[in-house]
């Protein structure tokens, strides 16, 4: 197969306990499961337990008999071209790829044709659920639970991007695979495109061109050249659904309006016209400051030069100021990997270094901006 092999990760020591199976280089630290065992958890895979249905299958949720945990059943299409690919990747990369902002994957079933896989249950579903496909009485997303899902995603990135050695390319980044439990905590789900990043002296890996349209960054879609900043291309498409409450294309609109970063990057230009962005779901209740500087962000992440994108680290900064002190957010994000809790004098940010901090970010995407356009 043409994708790199998961199984040479390795990942910082994380407080995860998983069982370790197989020997070797190749442990899979994931239970494995028959096909009647999750027959029996889905009460015969029914369509009351139908969660939900992508590209590569149906979604279950089921109750595990012999431990009583709730549980996301993934059943693969059978006829998918790519299916049994993408569950191998699937597996490995969740069963060596351990943070809390990560789906994670309780075991798998290989029997015979059958795969399936068993995730921890998101009981909120997906952030499209509750962004983009609202029902008529269901309340939007407040703003600082939209930054605090963005934080949270940003954060799952930021782990496969500079905590797994070597790194990982998401690949698929995309409001659907953005789940949410009761508190709207965010998990990132969906590996079966993930891709081992580029090592050593190499600027980034090649690939055909997978993911969702509306999505992907341009210049992976030209070359099929990957890197990280591909995927942070795509998260700025999914802080511009946040902000807007549109999706990244959308035949229903006017032409000019159908392709929401087409639509949307003449008015990151005039810092006036910002407000022509928002959700009018919020009706008027954000912060003005913090608005704008989300857009700021989205910008950054959306440049069309790649080499000028920031990081997620620096997106994961950001954010992280943005979410302010009062929203409770700052100090309820842990950090990507377990560390010593850090003392209550460095735990606090001041209202003037959250501002010049911002201030300061939004100076330094203006002036690759204008850097660009001096080199072009």
């Given amino acids: 197969m043409d994708e790199e092999d998961p199984r040479t990760i390795q990942t910082e020591t994380t407080n995860n306990k998983t069982t370790e199976k197989g020997g070797g280089n190749n442990n899979i630290a994931a239970q494995t499961f028959t096909f009647r065992e999750l027959a029996t958890a889905t009460k015969n895979f029914r369509q009351e337990c139908l969660v939900g249905e992508g590209g590569f299958g149906r979604v279950y949720k089921g109750h595990l008999d012999k431990t009583g945990q709730i549980v996301a059943v993934k059943q693969l299409d059978r006829n998918g071209l790519q299916g049994n690919q993408e569950f191998l990747v699937e597996v490995l990369m969740l069963s060596l790829l351990h943070h809390q902002h990560l789906v994670n994957l309780i075991g798998y079933c290989a029997d ?38 963005a934080l949270h995603a940003a954060r799952g990135l930021e782990y496969l991007h500079d905590k797994a050695n070597p790194p990982v390319i998401y690949r698929d980044l995309k409001s659907s695979n953005i789940l949410l439990d009761e508190e709207f905590n965010a998990k990132l789900s969906d590996f079966g495109l993930a891709k081992l990043g580029p090592i050593g002296d190499d600027s980034h890996v090649s690939s055909r061109v997978m993911g969702t349209y509306g999505y992907c960054a341009p210049e992976y879609q030209r070359t099929g050249q990957l890197t990280v900043k591909s995927d942070v291309y795509s998260f700025g498409v999914v802080l511009l659904e946040l902000i807007t409450g549109r999706r990244a294309v959308d035949t229903t609109r006017r032409h000019e309006q159908q392709n929401l970063v087409t639509w949307a990057e003449p008015i990151f230009k005039e810092p006036s016209k910002f407000s022509e962005l928002v959700d009018p779901l919020l009706k008027d209740d954000y912060p003005k400051k ?34 302010g002190p009062e929203t409770g957010l700052a100090s309820a994000v842990s950090s990507p990997s377990p560390s010593p809790c850090p003392s209550p004098q460095k735990n606090e940010i001041t209202a003037d270094e959250r501002k010049r901090a911002v201030a300061e970010a939004i100076e330094w995407g203006s002036n690759s901006r204008n850097n660009a356009k001096n080199l072009a």
């Avoid at 983009?132 to 309340?139: C, K, T, V, Y």
């Avoid at 950054?300 to 950001?318: G, H, K």
């Fill in 112 to 149: 015979g044709e059958q795969r399936l896989l068993v995730y921890e249950y998101m009981s909120l579903g997906s952030l499209e659920d509750h962004l983009l496909d609202l029902s008529p009485n269901q309340p939007p997303l407040s703003w600082f639970t939209r930054i605090k899902i």
């Fill in 290 to 323: 913090s608005f704008n500087q989300a857009v700021a962000v989205a910008a950054m992440c959306l440049q069309d030069d790649a080499s000028i994108r920031p990081l997620m680290r620096d997106v994961v900064t950001a954010l992280s100021y943005l979410s």
